[in-house]
């Protein structure tokens, strides 16, 4: 009598249930799934946002149309390494810290729409 419980114990799984390995792969699939796309869509191109704005940032130079971060816009007059000189009416200028830039436009700047 104490030989059959035994043998169920010894008895292998059905072939058609996953162990426990593949069962927690199949488990966490979809998390990972998520996880991927959720990369692809939300993290990546705000990295590549970011990399391309402190591109922008580094490359500021004199002439060139800034937008702040308390959005005002002006003109640069003078760069430094870490400080532009702004100028935001004629006699107005401001030194303002490079990291709160928002926005560097190009000297000649976009054409009208209208034109």
């Known amino acids: 009598m104490s030989s059959q419980p ?17 069962a927690a792969l199949i488990q966490f699939a979809p998390l990972l799934l998520i996880f991927v796309i959720f990369w692809f869509v939300v993290m990546r191109p705000q990295q590549q946002r970011v990399k391309q704005h402190q ?10 149309e800034v937008v702040t971060g308390g959005g005002h816009i002006g003109k640069v007059t003078k760069v430094n390494d870490h400080e532009v000189e702004v100028e935001f009416a004629a006699g107005h200028r401001h030194r303002v810290v490079k990291s709160m830039l928002s926005e560097v436009r190009p ?8 034109d």
């Open 107 to 114: 000297a000649g700047g976009a054409k009208p729409a209208n």
């Open 55 to 64: 591109q922008r940032i580094a490359a500021v130079k004199k002439g060139d």
């Open 6 to 22: 035994m043998l169920m114990m010894m008895q292998a799984a059905p072939a058609g249930q996953p162990n426990g390995t593949t």
